[in-house]
């Protein structure tokens, strides 16, 4: 237990290094007071996650933490991990770029409400947590595994991926930048490839899994799609 709790907490900072990274560097300095936010709003609040998941659920944090590229079972999947790790960390970089190049002036009573955005879709993404114990890193499914259709899965097939969405696209304008926004739209298209095949995949190995889709008609997003 304590091998995977070091695990995840070396996994987080290794992400907030790469944040800080992609942030500080292209900016070229370190007086960014939105970065600043956006990084302890974003970094407590999965510190927080992690720390729920150590002491309620030890067996989803270990399915967590084998995210990424080079971790999924299919080559295809692979690929998409790899092309959504790049566009993630674009829109960090790209923003950064805009602050220290002065695109975009975003009022600062607009840069809360985007870091209440990143907040509320992690909390998303926490109660995705809470309600399904297998909600892994990758493409998986168990044999113990049992269908999900409580919680925010009664709204949509994918509300892991809604909190992702809501978080990364409060991201940029939380950042300052307005014209990140732009660096949303690759990474969204390759989250819906994702989580497209996704649903092939658990239509064919998850019991029950067709017909939950007959009856909750949405997939990202409430009453659109």
């Known amino acids: 237990m304590k091998d995977l709790n ?22 070229r300095t370190l007086n960014y007071w939105q970065a600043w936010i956006f990084l302890a709003v974003f970094s407590v609040s999965v510190l927080a996650i992690t720390i729920y998941l150590m002491k309620k659920d030890p067996k989803l944090l270990e399915r967590r933490v084998k995210a990424g590229p080079g971790a999924e079972k299919q080559k295809l999947q692979n690929v998409i991990q790899f092309l959504a790790s790049i566009a993630f960390i674009a829109i960090f970089v790209f923003s950064a770029l805009d602050h220290r190049l002065g695109w975009s002036k975003v009022p600062v009573c607009v840069v809360a409400l985007e870091d209440a955005l990143v907040l509320l879709g992690l909390l998303i993404v926490f109660f995705v947590f809470k309600v399904n114990t297998f909600s892994s890193g990758i493409i998986e499914v168990k044999s113990e595994q049992k269908l999900i259709s409580t919680g925010p899965y009664a709204f949509v097939h994918h509300p892991m991926y809604m909190g992702a969405f809501i978080m990364l696209l409060g991201a940029p304008v939380a950042l300052g930048s307005w014209w990140g926004l732009f660096t949303f739209i690759p990474l969204s298209l390759v989250i819906v490839w994702r989580l497209l095949d996704e649903e092939k995949f658990l239509a064919k190995n998850l019991s029950g899994y067709s017909e939950y889709q007959k009856k909750v008609r949405y997939r990202l997003v409430p009453f659109i799609w």
């Open 6 to 27: 070091n695990k995840a907490l070396g996994g987080l900072l290794s992400l907030i290094i790469i944040l800080v990274t992609s942030l500080f560097l292209p900016a």
